[in-house]
């Protein structure tokens, strides 16, 4: 997974996310156990994840925005979480017909 095509890969090798920002906004995701309906995620704008690289150092690295939303994502799965599980008492999921006539792309404000 990378921000640009040219990016390199990010590595993430036993994850954990350290510390969050209390800034969060909320989303439509899609996951592929849920790949006919969408559901609106809160999550934090920033994360910092501690993780080991290939050649087995501790790195700390703190991902902003949509990267955040995507390593956390990720970083959830491998905690046995699905996004269902992150979003507010009472919101439900859409079907994936209703989301392409009212969803956007991801927003952020600069």
């Not at 700390?60 to 992150?86: F, K, N």
């Amino acid at each position: 997974m990378s921000s640009q095509p040219d990016a390199p890969p990010i590595v993430l090798l036993d994850p954990r996310v350290i510390d969050r920002a209390d800034e969060a906004d909320e989303q439509f995701e899609v996951c592929l156990p849920f790949f006919d309906v969408r559901g609106l995620v809160p999550r934090p704008l920033q994360i910092t994840v501690e993780t080991t690289n290939l050649d087995g150092e501790v790195m700390v690295t703190t991902y902003e925005r949509g990267l955040a939303r995507l390593v956390h994502h990720e970083i959830d799965h491998l905690d046995g979480l699905l996004y269902s599980a992150r979003m507010r008492t009472g919101v439900e999921l859409i079907p994936v017909q209703q989301y392409g006539q009212t969803g956007r792309a991801w927003f952020f404000e600069q």
